[in-house]
């Protein structure tokens, strides 16, 4: 399974970015997709997930502000950023864990930063 991020990029305070990430390859159901992020010096950390049968996750920091959607004929998950805030910045990461294979696929991270 690979997972191809795109959408990062740098922003104002305030702005919005949709990150895009599609998975290709020999993908099972159930599964989960979402995005995790991490800033310097700091451990990665969820910011949402999207299962399969429709559950959503968003870390408390996001709620209200992102949006992730899932179109599963495509494999392919979206995060919609809004009111971005300084403290979004970080690498984000598209995962994806596999219920069947119990194995989690990360993609390359896309940078997010948002400028004060």
């Known amino acids: 399974v690979q997972l191809q991020a795109s959408g990062g990029g740098l922003v104002q305070s305030g702005g919005s970015l949709r990150l895009s990430c599609a998975a290709s390859?020999?993908?099972?159901?159930?599964?989960?997709m979402g995005w995790y992020r991490q800033a310097p010096g700091k451990q990665r950390t969820l910011v949402a997930r999207f299962s399969s049968t429709g559950t959503t996750t968003y870390a408390d920091s996001v709620k209200g502000r992102f949006t992730i959607t899932r179109d599963n004929a495509k494999n392919t998950v979206y995060l919609q950023m809004d009111s971005l805030k300084p403290e979004d910045t970080a690498v984000y990461y598209c995962n994806m864990y596999d219920y069947i294979r119990r194995f989690d696929y990360w993609g390359q991270g896309t940078l997010v930063t948002v400028s004060s």
């Open positions: 390859g020999s993908i099972f159901s159930p599964n989960i």
